[in-house]
């Protein structure tokens, strides 16, 4: 099975601020890694497929990059609206999603 | 608009069986393969069960043989059937579209639409 690790657990962060999450997976995935955005009660987001194709409404400040086995999303100036969880996904072989970051308001 | 709407979501006794739903719309269902992803309360997302367009299905190891997943394309929903129930179920069961994704090396799999989900507690 392939596990995916993300860092870090928790983040607390200001608007405006610029942060990154990390997503490493046990074994090489190419590009197939998925980021998705959950708020607590509401249906998750998908973000980001394939690494770094921005899904559409999504804004541009989120940034997706990476192959093989290192990963990260990057937001590059936080907004009110982007404090949830984010979680990372690989679809190689079946699926596995990392273990979350939660992204809080400082 | 894409719309997914689960139900069935019950407290319910170690060792027994509940069947979830989820209807379907703003899609032609039947082109799509469709998904039930579950988050145990304070974990993170764990994928359980697929079923494809075609009507191949898959499941994760935690409920092999114990689910079943199903499709009736002409009422646009989507089933889990679940047997011998444990406490480790315990979980909201969101249902999932699929889809894919050009990486530019070939096709990926994404879940592009979720459900808000339903409640499954399993407990004596």
């Known amino acids: 099975d392939i596990q995916m690790t993300q860092s870090p657990s928790s983040l607390s962060a200001s608007v405006g601020d610029r942060v990154t999450i990390t997503c490493r997976a046990s074994q090489s995935i190419s590009k197939f890694l998925n980021w998705y955005q959950h708020k607590s009660g509401e249906a998750p987001r998908l973000l980001i497929s394939a690494a770094s194709n921005l899904q559409g409404g999504v804004p541009a400040r989120f940034t997706g990059r990476g192959a093989g086995t290192d990963f990260t999303l990057t937001i590059s100036s936080l907004q009110p609206e982007d404090f949830a969880t984010y979680y990372c996904?690989?679809?190689?072989?079946?699926?596995?999603f990392g273990q979350g970051t939660r992204l809080e308001i400082k | 608009e894409v719309r997914l709407v689960e139900s069935g979501g019950a407290l319910t006794q170690p060792g027994g069986s509940l069947r979830l739903s989820c209807v379907a719309s703003?899609?032609?269902?039947?082109?799509?393969?469709m998904h039930w992803v579950r988050q145990a309360p304070g974990q993170a997302l764990e994928w359980v069960s697929a079923l494809g367009g075609g009507g191949d299905t898959y499941y994760s190891d935690s409920v092999k043989g114990r689910f079943t997943i199903s499709r009736e394309n002409a009422k646009n929903s989507l089933f889990l059937q679940m047997d011998s129930l444990r406490a480790g179920d315990t979980a909201v069961y969101f249902c999932?579209?699929?889809?894919?994704?050009?990486?530019?090396?070939?096709?990926?799999?994404?879940?592009?639409?979720w459900g808000r989900g339903t409640m499954l507690t399993v407990s004596s």
């Open positions: 996904q690989q679809s190689l072989n079946s699926y596995t």
């Open positions: 999932v579209r699929g889809n894919y994704y050009d990486s530019g090396r070939g096709l990926i799999d994404a879940f592009d639409f």
């Open positions: 703003g899609f032609t269902f039947s082109s799509f393969d």
